[in-house]
């Protein structure tokens, strides 16, 4: 399926590249527009940002693949992380982790059939005083409970 | 005690409360001296790396080079990865504008005309509120060519945020500088280092988020002022990020050389249920742990830690009660650097792997004894062989803590179950770098 960005997004995508020498560097940030726009990074993607960037599709690829929020399938509308790191998990943060991957049957990048939901298992997220957290999609809920969990997504299930 | 990064002002962050109190008035003074005068007043105050290695500030700046035709930069880390810390964030949310002028103030004293700082990817709510900070800033003329006429001087610099994507390594500077290229945040082998050779090649300097926040205190109050809080050899403040089994986890802004005990009875509130104290990881999960019945006297800056055995890392102490399973927290430990090493040298990408497994097995119920000597061995293989100190990172936790613990992980082992023994010379093998001065 071809991808082009919108002209807004174009232009987003100019400003970016303005911070920096070279047109390069901006791929971190152009990848998050082109996510935003499609969803998921999708090969037509990477194709159409190293060709806005003048970089190989190989180079986007590996900047892809190096790092973890960049998706290469589409994930839920509720992207829900769960942080497992040491200080969570000793407040409770695999009770959380097993309690969200009941309610909705699926394991660590797994998406809910319906594409509401998708559960990831992430590293420390700089929430350790306010452990146990989860993170949807851009927002961190924090000092968390079993019962405060259960509220959160209910809330998320009745929301379209 | 004075707070000197996160004092407590109400909305502070806001820019017209942080002018009211006197905020961008080390800026001006710094104007009104040359650059190497401020170096050498940072160099005086002590001010030492708050981002883990607490290496010396004025000394990394005296080695951008003085005359040269290309471009320098400045770079502020705020990757803030290392599990245990969380102390970036409250000053992007509380004193962005402390940062903001330390940015403008580092700029001048090494010549850069650009400083990009760089943001963890999961901080969408802090990097919107370090932007504002920042466009604010532009408005009134601190920043950008409008600063010329703001401090009277031919001097300016701009200022950008580099949003990261998710990735623990990208925290190490050479991989950061990897990462603003729009590279793989792939570690550099070094020499040569950033100040000769670091972004596009150009002369850098990197300086942690809370490094470059105390810079404009130490110019606006004076060297002398600073020098004199805390340890004389690591003076100044720390942000302490407590966190685990304690009753008020949080961010807490004490001098360097407060006692461990203090931070978690007095600030941090306590053990929940009174319960006894197993360990303590004194400086995120990277730094060596201490025994919770050796706590006594441990006091928090670089210079005493070392006695105990351990470093102050970023100062994330994480806090273990007598219930906590260790063998799993390892395991959690270890799972991580598995999962954050970039994979150049095999060293590190297999063995973290192994130190996984092995504890994977322990958890089991099939580990034996000579399971923990082929942890350190492990442990040693990988430490001093690899590009980047993320080897040490891993190698640390597991070794230090099978060491220390030797009691508590053999109840956790079989007698019974043998399998081949771990190779004897390895996992005698003294630590290589840089704790080699360490006391066991």
């Avoid at chain 2, 580099?162 to 070094?190: D, F, Q």
Wanted: aromatic fraction near 10%.
């Amino acid at each position: 399926m071809e991808f082009k960005f919108t002209q807004e997004n174009l232009d987003r995508i100019e400003q970016e590249t303005k911070k920096y020498p070279v047109r390069k560097p901006a791929v971190m940030a152009v990848l998050y527009i082109a996510q935003e726009q499609n969803g998921y990074i999708s090969f037509e993607v990477m194709k159409e940002v190293a060709e806005i960037l003048g970089m190989t599709t190989e180079e986007v690829l590996g900047v892809v693949t190096f790092y973890t929020m960049y998706h290469q399938k589409q994930m839920g509308k509720y992207h829900i992380q769960v942080c497992t790191n040491v200080s969570c998990m000793l407040r409770g943060g695999y009770e959380i982790w097993n309690q969200v991957k009941d309610k909705f049957g699926i394991d660590n990048m797994g998406v809910t059939e319906d594409q509401k939901f998708s559960l990831e298992e992430v590293e420390c997220m700089g929430s350790c005083g306010t452990a146990p957290m989860i993170a949807i999609n851009e927002d961190y809920f924090e000092n968390l409970s079993k019962e405060k969990v259960e509220e959160l997504l209910e809330s998320l299930k009745e929301n379209n | 005690m004075e707070k000197i990064v996160l004092p407590d002002i109400k909305d502070l962050h806001l820019i017209d409360v942080y002018e009211s109190n006197g905020g961008y008035n080390a800026a001006k003074k710094a104007f009104t001296q040359t650059s190497d005068e401020i170096i050498d007043q940072v160099k005086k105050s002590g001010l030492r790396g708050r981002g883990g290695a607490a290496f010396l500030t004025g000394l990394k700046w005296s080695f951008m080079p003085k005359t040269t035709d290309k471009p320098k930069y400045l770079c502020v880390n705020g990757d803030e990865s290392e599990p245990g810390s969380f102390k970036d964030r409250q000053i992007f949310e509380f004193n962005p504008h402390q940062m903001i002028e330390g940015t403008i103030i580092t700029c001048y004293a090494i010549g850069a005309k650009i400083a990009y700082v760089y943001i963890r990817g999961e901080y969408h709510k802090w990097i919107k509120l370090l932007q504002k900070a920042i466009d604010d800033a532009y408005e009134k003329g601190y920043l950008g060519e409008k600063m010329k006429e703001t401090f009277g001087t031919e001097f300016y610099c701009d200022v950008y945020i580099h949003k990261g994507a998710g990735a623990y390594i990208c925290g190490e500077e050479s991989s950061l500088m990897n990462s603003i290229e729009g590279k793989r945040g792939y570690p550099r082998v070094k020499p040569p280092f950033p100040a000769q050779n670091g972004l596009w090649g150009c002369p850098t300097t990197i300086n942690n988020v809370e490094t470059i926040a105390n810079v404009p205190k130490i110019i606006e109050k004076g060297w002398e002022w600073f020098s004199q809080i805390g340890h004389p050899k690591h003076p100044g403040t720390l942000l302490f990020g407590v966190s685990g089994h304690v009753n008020k986890p949080g961010v807490y802004e004490l001098p360097t050389s407060t006692l461990l005990t203090d931070i978690i009875f007095n600030y941090a509130g306590g053990v929940p249920n009174n319960k006894k104290i197993l360990c303590v990881i004194p400086g995120g999960t990277s730094m060596p742990p201490l025994r919770g019945d050796k706590l006594e006297g441990v006091k928090m800056d670089a210079e005493s830690l070392k006695e105990f055995g351990t470093a102050i890392g970023t100062g994330g102490v994480i806090v273990m009660d007598e219930d906590t399973d260790l063998v799993k927290v390892l395991a959690r430990i270890a799972h991580f650097y598995h999962h954050e090493s970039c994979g150049q040298c095999t060293p590190c990408r297999e063995g973290t792997g192994w130190l996984e497994k092995i504890l994977k097995r322990i958890i089991a119920g099939n580990g034996s004894t000579s399971d923990l000597d082929l942890l350190i061995t492990v442990a040693n293989q990988i430490e001093g062989n690899t590009i980047c100190a993320l080897g040490e990172a891993a190698a640390w936790p597991v070794k230090f803590m099978v060491e220390r613990f030797r009691d508590y992980f053999e109840k956790k082992v079989s007698k019974e179950i043998s399998l081949p023994v771990a190779n004897k010379v390895h996992s005698m093998r003294h630590t290589a770098f840089p704790l080699a001065d360490v006391k066991k």
